[in-house]
């Protein structure tokens, strides 16, 4: 796969917790430079991206991460104010407690809540797949179709486990026609990002993609 059609597909990703400001300004740099779909960075750091980059650069920031538990009505309001900042797209992670309680229904109320906050922005609802059964699973993208959320995303990255092609086979199964697949977590080599965007997924989160295309290692997500 030419590089161009690869980095269409990244988002460019930096969510450490001791990320710095410096740090994101060369995420940014190297997301320009390699046309990324998006950066996907700390709600902190939106407003000084777009204040710096204008319209230069996607912003991509999370909500309720990594582990999704927080009340809606503080996701509506983090969905809220990193729109207002200047994010473009919003990975919220689901309230994981619900899914395994079978609460499903409360689970797609959430997401609906937040697509409803977000707008027209793209919404991409992390399920966090490391964590829930085959049947689960099943039901979110059920929830994600139902609540008519842009993307399913694998993982936080945070997680105990990452993407797998097996994840992105059954989402395809059981998704909706107008949602995309997000992959994320583990993906650390040119063939893992050929084998997810070939398997169909649209979009991959990770911060070893431009590494990759430089020729270095990557030890860590």
Same mark, same amino acid.
């Given at each position: 796969?030419?590089? $161009?059609?690869?980095?269409?597909?990244?988002?460019?990703?930096?969510?450490?917790?001791?990320? %710095?400001?410096?740090?994101?300004? +060369?995420?940014?740099?190297?997301?320009?430079?390699?046309?990324?779909? /998006?950066?996907?960075?700390?709600?902190?750091?939106?407003?000084? $991206?777009?204040?710096?980059?204008?319209?230069?650069?996607?912003?991509? /920031?999370?909500?309720?991460?990594?582990?999704?538990?927080?009340?809606?009505?503080?996701? #509506?309001?983090?969905?809220?104010?990193? $729109?207002?900042?200047?994010?473009?797209?919003?990975?919220?992670?689901?309230?994981?407690?619900?899914?395994?309680?079978?609460?499903?229904?409360?689970?797609?109320?959430? #997401?609906?809540?937040?697509?409803?906050?977000?707008?027209?922005?793209?919404?991409?609802? $992390?399920?966090? /797949?490391?964590?829930? %059964?085959?049947?689960?699973?099943?039901?979110?993208?059920?929830?994600?179709?139902?609540?008519?959320?842009?993307? +399913?995303?694998?993982?936080?990255?945070?997680?105990?486990?990452?993407?797998?092609?097996?994840?992105?086979?059954?989402?395809?199964?059981?998704?909706?026609?107008?949602?995309?697949?997000?992959?994320?977590?583990?993906?650390?080599?040119?063939?893992?990002?050929?084998?997810? #965007?070939?398997?169909?997924?649209?979009?991959?989160?990770?911060?070893?993609? +431009?590494?990759? +295309?430089?020729?270095?290692?990557?030890?860590?997500?």
């Amino acid at each position: 796969m030419e590089q $161009i059609e690869l980095m269409k597909h990244i988002d460019h990703t930096l969510l450490k917790a001791f990320a %710095t400001w410096e740090d994101i300004q +060369i995420l940014c740099e190297e997301a320009i430079e390699y046309k990324t779909a /998006t950066v996907c960075i700390p709600p902190t750091y939106i407003k000084r $991206i777009r204040q710096k980059y204008h319209d230069k650069i996607n912003i991509c /920031t999370v909500i309720g991460f990594p582990l999704g538990y927080s009340c809606l009505e503080s996701k #509506i309001t983090e969905c809220e104010q990193a $729109i207002k900042d200047g994010a473009d797209e919003i990975d919220m992670v689901i309230n994981i407690s619900h899914v395994k309680n079978k609460d499903y229904d409360k689970a797609k109320e959430e #997401i609906e809540a937040v697509k409803k906050a977000a707008g027209e922005k793209i919404v991409k609802v $992390i399920i966090e /797949t490391c964590y829930l %059964t085959e049947e689960e699973k099943i039901a979110m993208c059920h929830a994600v179709t139902q609540a008519s959320a842009d993307y +399913i995303k694998t993982s936080t990255g945070f997680g105990t486990g990452g993407a797998t092609i097996e994840d992105v086979r059954l989402f395809k199964k059981h998704i909706g026609k107008n949602v995309k697949i997000k992959a994320a977590g583990g993906i650390k080599t040119l063939d893992d990002l050929e084998a997810f #965007i070939n398997e169909g997924c649209s979009r991959i989160g990770t911060s070893s993609a +431009i590494k990759l +295309i430089k020729g270095g290692n990557v030890k860590e997500y």
